[in-house]
């Protein structure tokens, strides 16, 4: 019987390649996302179920979560990679800004996990699993991205809180990575200097990602953890 995931995100990076490789592995993915992409054509041909949703629109969010009650009977996952990485500018709306980031890495998770939890316990597995993608930036801060430090700070009290609310048939757990990947535009001196904040000096990729993922749902005994792939930060 195939069992369904849902992972939010996937136009790009990891979110895509997390759902093009479990769609390969055998699952039914159900795909959201903010923005219409080429890649996206991609995951259309795989079978991949996806659905526009822009999490800053409540309404949006809503309509989602009634589109997969009605169309399905059972999750085996869900995987929060959905994001956004605003700074905190000077010349920005300070409050504006930390409602978006609370909205896009904390309410929504907060809202989907509640409505989909009885999708999670109909899964036909002895168990089923919810996994926060957050940041390393949790346990320490962010000079120039607080809020969105914060923000993933939320979500992984909110990986504490349903993991003890929703055990033992659901696990929550989370995963905090580091710089897996540079983007298109990041320049030498930029990426220099970024490797050197790490003791493994490389860019980590989005197949560390999926390891992760693939772990926390083989594992029977993890629940309520944070899973740092970050390649050694905190000891630099």
Request: net charge neutral.
């Amino acid at each position: 019987m195939t069992q369904t995931i849902l992972i939010t995100g996937v136009g790009k990076r990891v979110g895509l390649y997390l759902a093009t490789h479990l769609t390969n592995e055998g699952y039914q993915v159900i795909g959201t996302y903010r923005t219409l992409r080429p890649e996206l054509q991609q995951l259309e041909a795989l079978g991949v179920q996806l659905y526009c949703c822009d999490f800053y629109q409540s309404e949006q969010t809503e309509q989602l979560i009634a589109n997969i009650k009605q169309s399905y009977s059972s999750l085996r996952a869900i995987i929060h990679n959905a994001s956004d990485w605003l700074p905190d500018a000077d010349d920005a709306n300070p409050l504006a800004t930390i409602e978006q980031m609370m909205r896009i890495h904390a309410s929504t998770p907060y809202a989907i996990n509640q409505a989909l939890t009885p999708l999670l316990h109909h899964n036909a597995s002895p168990f089923a699993d919810i996994i926060h993608i957050t940041d390393y930036v949790v346990d320490k801060g962010s000079k120039k991205h607080a809020a969105y430090a914060a923000s993933k700070a939320a979500l992984h009290s909110l990986t504490l809180s349903f993991a003890a609310k929703l055990a033992p048939k659901i696990k929550v757990n989370s995963i905090a990575p580091a710089m897996l990947m540079f983007n298109l535009d990041d320049d030498d001196n930029y990426k220099q200097k970024a490797l050197k904040k790490a003791l493994i000096q490389q860019e980590g990729g989005e197949a560390e990602a999926l390891k992760a993922v693939k772990y926390l749902l083989d594992s029977q005994y993890m629940t309520g953890q944070s899973l740092k792939i970050d390649g050694g930060r905190h000891l630099v």
